[in-house]
């Protein structure tokens, strides 16, 4: 374990130019996080040369969802580097086409975890504590955000925290226990060993 908490200090260190928030995906109805994250993907594959309004207009009638709230979408997983914009078509990155092949959840996670603050400092966290639950650790999570970008909302800062926790729970990187919450070494592994080209 100890390895892995020197590897997420240093990862921390070394990933200095993170967005500050992540927007949760919009949900369907009785389908997971990973499934809604597959379920967009699935679109741009399908599609293959797909504009980003027509992207737009197809997760906010399979999704039920406003047009103000699916702008979101798009930048959030361009970010996770799982789709690009080239000549104003939505495209697949290698990460995620990857995923499709390989059916590992390591290739939708990287991107999250490299390109959103929050990720690495809750796996850090966990490491560290194994606490019993979440909310163990939220003041300390906190702390980090303060640290980084100065104080926000309370609200903010749980809804931030528990939509990451969601995230690295869809990822399968934190094991859940009746006693204590602890990474999955075996994913995190998995990362390690990812190679995209």
Not at 31 to 48: A, R
Not at 168 to 188: A, H, R
Request: with cysteine; glycine share 4%.
């Amino acid at each position: 374990m100890e390895h892995y908490r020197l590897q997420l200090k240093t990862s921390i260190d070394e990933q200095t130019d993170r967005y500050k928030s992540i927007l949760g995906i919009p949900r369907r109805k009785s389908k997971t996080l990973l499934q809604d994250i597959e379920h967009i993907l699935f679109l741009v594959k399908n599609y293959k040369n797909i504009s980003p309004s027509k992207l737009n207009l197809l997760i906010a009638q399979e999704f039920n969802i406003a047009q103000n709230t699916v702008v979101y979408v798009r930048p959030t997983l361009e970010r996770a580097n799982l789709l690009m914009k080239i000549n104003g078509l939505v495209k697949l990155t290698n990460s995620a086409q990857i995923y499709f092949q390989e059916k590992n959840t390591a290739y939708l996670a990287k991107g999250f975890l490299d390109s959103y603050f929050g990720f690495m400092e809750l796996l850090l966290l966990i490491a560290q504590n194994q606490p019993c639950k979440r909310n163990d650790i939220f003041t300390s999570w906190v702390n980090y955000y303060e640290e980084e970008f100065g104080g926000r909302a309370l609200s903010t800062q749980k809804t931030q925290f528990h939509t990451i926790y969601r995230y690295l729970v869809t990822f399968n990187l934190i094991n859940i226990d009746k006693s204590y919450l602890s990474l999955n070494e075996q994913m995190l592994n998995n990362l390690n060993r990812m190679v995209v080209y």
